[in-house]
């Protein structure tokens, strides 16, 4: 199907934003940010609604000024198939009516591919922002998405070198796509509410502790790893403090019983609004996440990560020496929490870029045609 560009103003650039679940609001909101400065750009937010407590969503918008969406889709809890179809029915029927120049997706979400496919049925040209990532495990649904997403993609904007790499193994070099390597923008964001982080409250930090989350479904619906993990925040909680704000799937997993395993000094809280998340950063003493972004965030703020899975996409930290990856094992997490404690990492700064991706995004749409 063609379509017909009906813009209020034709010499404006207009950008369909797709974004749905918590880590896409934190990275769309420099973006955002960026674009709304270009005089030449126009932004439309579509929200499939992949992700839609409170605090997994509005929150994001209101302390990170996020322009608020101008589609509301309420598409959840589903399986895979129906909410990333349902998505795409919905996103079509939108891009339709808006036509735009651009659709720019984020990260590896379901919401990531719906956008992806949906606007590349329609020769909408894709921009893929946290391209070129990969775990080499397909049995996550993180993975299936960010690898079809980067084929569907005309710009694929690279957090890394690795990223660029791992993209130019794949064959990028010839197809009908450009790499662009523009450090993170997790990082940008960061950089830009660091100072406004909030103490959250009701919680007691007097001790030293650590920040725990799990949320990948690789954890949370394997009963023995989710067992393994457990076991490794009970008794690292006998030495430390822990605070662990939980995802709702992981709450719903855990299960009333496996709760209330969890030992009295573990602080289990809803899920954090970004502000609160990064004064955890700040004080903590040291990371324990399954999730892609805290990875990163530990290193803006110097604190050494342990990574709650078997591979990670982020492999510079590794490299550097900032994270290990541990799986599982209890044994092997606390065999690595106190290498960490014992032998604390000296940070040196540039792993993500410098603090820039988001005007590099912003500047690559204004600069297409010249
Ligand atoms: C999704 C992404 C993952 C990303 C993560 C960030 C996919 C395949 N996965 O995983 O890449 O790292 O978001 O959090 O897209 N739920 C609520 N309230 C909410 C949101 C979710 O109760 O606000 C429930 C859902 O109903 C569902 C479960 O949590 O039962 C999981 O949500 P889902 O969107 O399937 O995936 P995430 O685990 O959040």
């Known amino acids: 199907m063609y379509i017909e560009k009906c813009h209020v103003d034709l010499n404006m650039i207009k950008i369909v934003t797709v974004i749905g679940a918590r880590p896409q ?53 589903l399986p895979h198939g129906a909410m990333t179809g349902r ?47 990969r775990s080499f495990n397909m049995h996550m649904p993180e993975e299936i998405n960010r690898i079809l997403t980067d084929r569907l993609s005309h710009w694929l904007f690279c957090p890394t070198p690795v990223a660029v790499d791992n993209l130019t193994r794949e064959g990028y070099e010839h197809f009908p796509a450009k790499m662009i390597l523009t450090g993170d923008v997790m990082y940008d964001a960061s950089l830009m509410f660091r100072d406004k982080a909030t103490r959250p409250a009701g919680v007691d930090l007097d001790k030293p502790f650590i920040l725990c989350t799990i949320h990948r479904a690789e954890n949370t619906d394997d009963p023995a790893r989710l067992d393994g993990l457990i ?13 662990f704000p ?4 992981t709450r719903k997993m855990l299960g009333k019983s496996r709760l209330n395993s969890l030992s009295k000094g573990i602080q289990v809280t809803e899920p954090l609004g970004y502000l609160e998340i990064l004064y955890l950063l700040q004080h903590c003493e040291l990371v324990m996440t399954d999730s892609g972004g805290m990875q990163k ?29 541990c799986g599982s094992d209890a044994k092997n997490i606390i065999h690595h929490f106190h290498h960490f404690t014992e032998n604390p990492p000296a940070f040196a700064e540039g792993l993500y870029g410098k603090g820039n991706a988001s005007a590099i995004i912003a500047k690559a749409f204004l600069d297409q045609n010249t």
């Open 25 to 77: 609001f934190i990275k769309a909101a420099p973006v955002s940010r960026a674009i709304s400065r270009e005089a030449g750009l126009h932004e439309v937010i579509i929200h499939t609604g992949q992700h839609f407590d409170e605090n997994m969503s509005q929150v994001f918008f209101d302390q990170m000024q996020l322009s608020r969406a101008s589609h509301m889709l309420d598409i959840h809890s």
């Open 297 to 325: 965030e530990a290193y803006f703020f110097n604190k050494a990560c342990i990574t709650l899975r078997d591979e990670t996409e982020w492999t510079e930290l590794v490299d550097a020496g900032y994270n290990r990856v």
């Open 87 to 133: 998505m795409m029915e919905a996103i079509e029927g939108i891009l339709m009516q808006e036509a735009p120049d651009w659709v720019m997706v984020y990260g590896d979400t379901n919401s990531t591919l719906a956008g992806a496919l949906a606007a590349s049925k329609l020769h909408i040209p894709v921009a893929h922002v946290e391209a070129g990532l």
């Open 246 to 249: 939980m995802h709702p799937r």
């Open 231 to 243: 076991d490794a925040v009970n008794t690292l909680s006998e030495e430390r403090g822990v605070i």
